[in-house]
């Protein structure tokens, strides 16, 4: 859902800038002492405790232009504009960068960094070469942005793209290291994303699993650090469409979806297009409990206790780790035969 990203507080008299929830307000980063707190309490702290680094959430958008300019005026029926190319990649971005990397360095602990809005190679360069030590590696956003809507995520319809779309968006991330001194990552689910099987695969009973160790096979083949989301070793999948959209429980997902409504209160063809989106698409579908076991709650919790999001009823249907660690054909076993060839065969080893 699209708002304004500032917010009045009654308490200060004052307005503040959140670039996600009201909830979630942003830090004034050019405050040093603010800054320094962030690195002894949220880094210093933990590396004191033995963590080996850290994922950094939407790494590009600490610092802003100068003076908060409101974003150019691309869509003039919209009350509210895409300003992600404004607020992303700022002026003191390589300073603040500079900052954390020389904390993580003392304690020779990995860094990997979101970096959305940022289709500029050379701008991700700035951010991950060797030389400019900033960043480890960063995850780029191209291949997950396949098939999303170009005004707004949801605005689209699903497998609304070509087969040569996925391989132009992975060939641009691949491209990063050609050449270049930099480091890249292989990846295709997170927190943020829906389920790859149901998005760029089939998750009908008849190809699920071939979907999975297809995928397996693709991202497991690729250069750069792996990465593997909760879940997609075993091959997880959308809810079921059958789930009405009260069980949708993403904040994204929720205000999209109110909105659409009170913007078309009776035009029912316009909110069932926006459910096939959001069934296709939607955050929610990567954070259901991990499927453990085909027992209530898929195993996550007890079974008297509610988890945030009900299980996906997938898990009784096999796909869950206890049924198919018992299983050679399943997706999890696939995903460990994957693995150990990445590591031991030096032609399927990423190197720099």
Not at 10 to 15: A, D, I, K, N, R
Not at 25 to 42: G, L, M
Not at 184 to 198: A, V, W
Not at 220 to 233: H, I, P, R
Request: aromatic content about 10%; overall charge negative.
């Amino acid at each position: 859902m699209q708002s304004s990203v500032w917010e009045w507080d009654e308490l200060t008299q004052e307005y503040y800038l959140h670039l996600f929830c009201p909830e979630q307000p942003d830090i004034n980063w050019e405050n040093e002492e603010a800054r320094k707190t962030i690195y002894q309490s949220a880094m210093i702290s933990w590396l004191d405790k033995g963590v080996d680094g850290f994922r950094i959430d939407t790494v590009n958008m600490y610092s802003k232009p100068v003076g908060l300019p409101d974003a150019p005026i691309k869509d003039p029926t919209a009350q509210w504009q895409d300003a992600g190319l404004v607020y992303c990649n700022g002026p003191r971005m390589d300073e603040y960068l500079g900052e954390m990397n020389a904390i993580l360095s003392h304690y020779n602990a990995m860094s990997v960094g979101e970096c959305p809005f940022t289709p500029d190679p050379a701008r991700i360069l700035g951010y991950v070469s060797e030389k400019e030590a900033r960043l480890n590696m960063v995850f780029q956003f191209d291949s997950v942005d396949v098939g999303i809507g170009s005004a707004h995520r949801y605005m689209t319809t699903p497998f609304n793209y070509t087969l040569a779309d996925v391989k132009s968006a992975i060939c641009r991330t691949q491209g990063l290291i050609d050449g270049t001194d930099a480091w890249t990552t292989s990846f295709i689910e997170n927190h943020d994303q829906p389920r790859s099987i149901s998005r760029f695969g089939n998750d009908s009973p008849q190809w699920r699993s071939r979907s999975g160790k297809m995928l397996a096979v693709l991202f497991a083949s690729l250069s750069g650090t792996l990465f593997v989301y909760q879940g997609q070793e075993i091959g997880m999948i959308n809810i079921p469409k059958e789930w009405p959209i009260e069980e949708y429980k993403d904040v994204d997902t929720i205000g999209y979806y109110a909105e659409v409504v009170r913007k078309n209160p009776n035009d029912t063809k316009t909110h069932d297009q926006t459910k096939a989106a959001l069934q296709h698409l939607a955050r929610d579908h990567a954070r259901t409990p991990m499927q453990w076991s085909s027992q209530t709650n898929a195993g996550f919790t007890s079974e008297s206790a509610t988890p945030w999001m009900r299980a996906n009823t997938s898990t009784q249907e096999g796909i869950n780790v206890a049924d198919e660690t018992n299983d050679h054909a399943s997706v999890l076993n696939f995903w460990r035969h994957m693995l150990q060839l990445r590591k031991t065969q030096s032609g399927a080893r990423p190197s720099r």
